[in-house]
C-alpha cells in the first residue's frame, strides 16, 4: 500500500532556508500530480504548491509565489518543496499528498488528494 513521508522540516531562522523532501513507498508518485499542503497552529490546512505528473506545471498559493519552489525527480520517485526567504509566518507542518487520479492537472484544493503522509515541522524564528 502507497506510503508518503515527508522529511527535511527543522528550525530555521527568518530569511533561511529549507528544502522538504517526499517519498513514497509502495507505489509510485509517478503519473500523478503531488501536492504540499500546510497547518498552522489554530489554522485551517492550506494548499501551498503542486505540481503536475511530468513537472511541468506547477501552481503556487499567492503567500508563497517568488520564495517556493516545487520540483520532482521521477526516478527518485520523491517530490521536493525548495522554501527560501522563510517568514515566521511559514511555521506550520507540512504534509505532501498524492493527487487521486492520474494524470490530472496540480492543484491546491485538499479534496482532490487521497494519500497523505504525517507531516514535518517547519518552525521559523529567531
Known amino acids: 500500500q502507497l506510503q508518503v513521508v515527508e522529511s527535511g522540516g527543522g528550525l530555521v531562522q527568518p530569511g533561511g532556508s529549507l528544502r522538504l523532501s517526499c517519498a513514497a513507498s509502495?507505489?509510485?508518485?509517478?503519473?500523478?500530480?503531488v501536492g504540499w499542503f500546510r497547518q498552522a497552529p489554530g489554522k485551517e490546512r492550506e494548499g501551498v504548491s503542486s505540481v503536475g505528473s511530468s513537472g511541468d506545471r506547477t501552481t503556487y498559493a499567492n503567500s508563497v509565489k517568488g520564495r517556493f519552489t516545487i520540483s520532482r525527480d521521477n526516478v527518485k520517485n520523491t517530490v521536493y518543496l525548495q522554501m527560501n526567504s522563510l517568514k515566521p509566518e511559514d511555521t506550520a507542518v507540512y504534509y505532501c499528498a498524492r493527487h487521486r487520479t492520474a494524470w490530472f492537472l496540480p492543484s491546491l484544493s485538499m479534496k482532490d488528494y487521497n494519500v497523505w503522509g504525517q507531516g514535518t515541522l517547519v518552525t521559523v524564528s529567531s
Open positions: 509502495g507505489g509510485t508518485l509517478n503519473y500523478y500530480a
